[in-house]
């Protein structure tokens, strides 16, 4: 199965006229690289016959505009047969079966309950340090978080405002329910998606140890040349409360069974994780009024790229209050009764999502900790206690809400709780998000050792979009790591053996200038219109879009101004003075100074959007940072995307460290660049790897140019 790599060769925003459906780097900074590595990516006990080759290049898929009710799904021998089969409704469920239907691909959901499609069962908010990042990607490429928390928000707040564009990031908290049942209506009204409640148990294979389906646990067999698994907390999820556990996927959610036992008996390694989830509170018994409100922005600010889905709504409060001495003194009495720090819970939890009683072990000089009071909906009265997740016994969670402020006479509605769950290493994956063990089995979502919705959605959309173009045997697309914050995600889950639940920061993303927010549309909806994800209107949007804002940054450079309000008002932002005759261009350059001045005096422009105007403010204030950005990255591409033979014997490399062969041996990279950010293998094992490739790559054509001289030599003999 062939791959095709997108990189970011440079940032521009130059548009692409929508007639013309390819890709160039000069015009998009995107570019192919198409690389053949079927080995790699199904690697088997033993040989393939030639029929795993015989796709059906000229087969393409029709779209059915009717909806999912009137389909025949049944072929003659009355099986039911889908070009897609994703398992499990949640975040990343719900994007890879949208992407696949909408790609023309005939996609089976399967999932648990279908009133809990695209649930928040923890905090029901979206975004924040880089997760908006991923969620402005995934509306770029043409999927559906960013619309429905633009269209489900209950509050919108900009965060680290004062920093960066890098860093700067859009949280928006939401309407769970409403989130839930917009989604709901829109996986039930797109066409060629049909929905069923089952629970898989088995993952079906073909002769050449590809995937052909899935069985249910009531037996019912269901047929696919590519399946997504994204089972979520629930592949023999257990929840617990103190000392007490249940079988459980979430609270009120039955768990998965038997499938874990399948992917382990197909070879995969399994292992557990733990997450929680705080206790909710009745707003009603809540005292407000010596609590720090947190209002919204007063210019609220969008996941997606869509204008339809720019509405305002009436924004709520969230609240401000913090833990006591009180609250420490009763969480350090009684950690023995927590499933963590009394033994009976080995899996880890997230990092960088503790509970309040590892923030208290972890933190011990701090004499306090923020928490914060959040909504759940517009029409309910439960608060999400933000921060202030445990797993403390239940009668001991309602004692603990009430020593903190505001909350001394409050009602619990739900008590808090952790679950444990089973997971697969994704190392298992390559970075098309296909397992290397199986032909046509994808993994998305917790599955992979993430936690967090928007972590999720980025994974499903991927591959849903590659199990689309695998059941039509189309190259599979795979984001490097400096094209996108998806690309970086995708890059670490599948190179680092990671074993507590992965968060996306904006630290882990080495070109993060270059992959911004404002930006995620000029890297990546060139290529969700390749794939078949972006319709005429939003490519229209986009390219008239791209050329507004390419115009005003040619204004800007040529318009001059001699003195004046405007002069003086730069002057006294920047602290700098305004030569006679300078253009618009360099007084946005300097210190403090913002578009909005523009704005405010005459000189800006009115037809560009608030984001179209951030997007040139960006690019003209960071133009030097950004150049040299991706300059180092030019610099920097070719070495790390050189390929790495699939077939390589890494045990037979005694030149590098013992624990680099079994690290690459295990995770397999595709290229030097994976191989070096692969945990264990330091520079000198990259020195010495290359200078294998070198040797092996002189070695094949000394023989392939005595191959040649021995076919002259015996070409002349006999002419002779």
Same mark, same amino acid.
């Given at each position: 199965m062939a791959?095709?790599?997108?990189?970011?060769?440079?940032?521009?925003?130059?548009?692409?006229?929508?007639?013309?459906?390819? #890709?160039?780097?000069r015009s998009l900074g995107l570019f192919l690289s198409l690389r053949r590595h079927q080995s790699l990516l199904f690697r088997r006990k033993f040989p393939r016959s030639s029929s795993?080759?015989?796709?059906?290049y000229s087969r393409r898929f029709t779209v059915d505009a009717s909806s999912s009710q009137g389909w025949n799904n049944h072929d003659e021998t009355g099986e039911e047969v889908?070009?897609?089969?994703?398992?499990?409704?949640?975040?990343a469920g719900c994007e890879a079966a949208l992407a696949s239907a909408r790609m023309g691909a005939k996609t089976l959901l399967l999932t648990l309950n279908i009133d809990r499609i695209a649930w928040q069962p923890c905090n029901p908010a979206v975004g924040g340090p880089a997760k908006s990042q991923l969620v402005h990607e995934v509306d770029a490429l043409g999927g559906e978080i960013g619309k429905l928390a633009d269209r489900c928000y209950l509050q919108k707040r900009i965060l680290n405002i004062s920093r960066g564009p890098a860093v700067r990031a859009l949280r928006a908290q939401t309407d769970k329910r409403e989130y839930a049942m917009q989604m709901r209506n829109v996986v039930e009204s797109t066409p060629n998606l049909s929905i069923r409640e089952a629970m898989v148990t088995d993952i079906i #294979?073909?002769?050449n140890d590809n995937v052909e389906g899935v069985r249910t646990f009531f037996g019912m067999n269901f047929y696919a040349s590519s399946v997504v698994l994204t089972t979520g907390t629930?592949?023999?999820?257990?929840?617990?409360?103190?000392?007490?556990?249940?079988p459980a996927g979430r609270a009120g959610e039955s768990a998965s069974h038997g499938l874990t036992e399948n992917l382990q008996r197909l070879g995969f390694e399994t292992d557990r994780l733990k997450t929680g989830t705080p206790a909710r509170v009745d707003s009603r018994t809540v005292d407000f009024s010596g609590l720090e409100p947190q209002h919204g922005d007063e210019e609220v600010s969008w996941f997606s790229f869509d204008?339809?889905?720019?509405?305002?709504?009436?924004q709520m409060y969230c609240y401000l209050t913090r833990t006591t001495k009180s609250t420490h003194l009763l969480?350090?009495?009684?950690l023995h009764e927590t499933p963590t720090y009394g033994g009976w819970v080995d899996a880890k939890g997230p990092r960088y999502c503790p509970s309040i009683e590892d923030k208290i072990v972890r933190f011990k000089d701090k004499e306090s900790h923020q928490i914060f009071l959040e909504p759940e909906g517009r029409n309910v009265p439960e608060l999400y206690v933000q921060g202030f997740s445990t797993g403390l016994p239940e009668r001991l969670q309602l004692p603990l809400l009430r020593t903190l402020p505001g909350l001394e006479n409050c009602s619990m509605l739900r008590p808090a709780y952790a679950v444990e769950y089973d997971f697969l290493p994704a190392y298992q994956c390559s970075r098309s998000l296909m397992t290397k063990k199986i032909e046509g089995l994808f993994f998305s979502g917790q599955i992979n050792g993430t936690t967090g919705y928007e972590e999720a959605a980025a994974q499903g959309i991927i591959s849903g979009i590659n199990g689309a173009r695998h059941s039509d045997g189309k190259p599979l697309i795979v984001l490097e790591r400096e094209s996108s914050y998806i690309g970086t995600l995708i890059d670490d889950l599948v190179t680092k053996d990671l074993r507590e639940p992965y968060r996306m920061l904006t630290s882990r993303s080495e070109h993060r200038l270059l992959l911004r927010s404002d930006n995620a549309d000029s890297r990546l909806t060139p290529l969700g219109r390749e794939v078949g994800l972006i319709d005429d209107r939003r490519w229209k949007l986009y390219g008239d879009k791209q050329a507004r804002i390419s115009e005003e940054k040619k204004r800007l450079k040529t318009l001059r101004i001699a003195g004046g309000p405007l002069a003086e008002e730069v002057t006294l932002l920047s602290g700098q003075p305004v030569k006679n005759s300078s253009t618009l261009e360099s007084l946005l350059k300097k210190p403090h100074v913002q578009y909005k001045v523009f704005d405010k005096h005459g000189f800006g422009n009115e037809s560009l959007s608030k984001m179209e105007k951030e997007c040139v403010e960006i690019d003209i204030k960071y133009e030097g940072f950004i150049i040299r950005q991706r300059s180092q990255l030019q610099q920097m591409v070719h070495q790390q995307h050189r390929p790495l033979p699939e077939n390589l014997d890494y045990h037979a490399m005694t030149t590098l460290s013992l624990e680099a062969r079994e690290k690459l041996d295990?995770?397999?990279?595709?290229?030097?660049?994976?191989?070096?950010?692969?945990?264990?293998?330091?520079?000198?094992?990259?020195?010495? #790897?290359l200078i294998i490739l070198e040797a092996n790559r002189r070695k094949a054509h000394e023989q392939r140019r005595h191959q040649i001289l021995a076919s002259v030599i015996a070409e002349d003999t006999l002419n002779s």
């Open positions: 791959t095709v790599a997108f990189h970011l060769s440079r940032v521009s925003r130059h548009f692409q006229q929508p007639s013309f459906p390819f #890709l160039t780097p795993f080759f015989s796709f059906n889908y070009d897609v089969i994703v398992v499990g409704g949640g975040h #294979l073909g002769k629930f592949m023999s999820g257990k929840i617990w409360v103190g000392k007490t556990s249940m204008p339809d889905y720019h509405i305002e709504r009436e969480i350090k009495d009684n295990k995770v397999r990279p595709q290229t030097i660049g994976q191989a070096s950010r692969v945990g264990g293998v330091n520079p000198a094992d990259i020195t010495a #790897l």
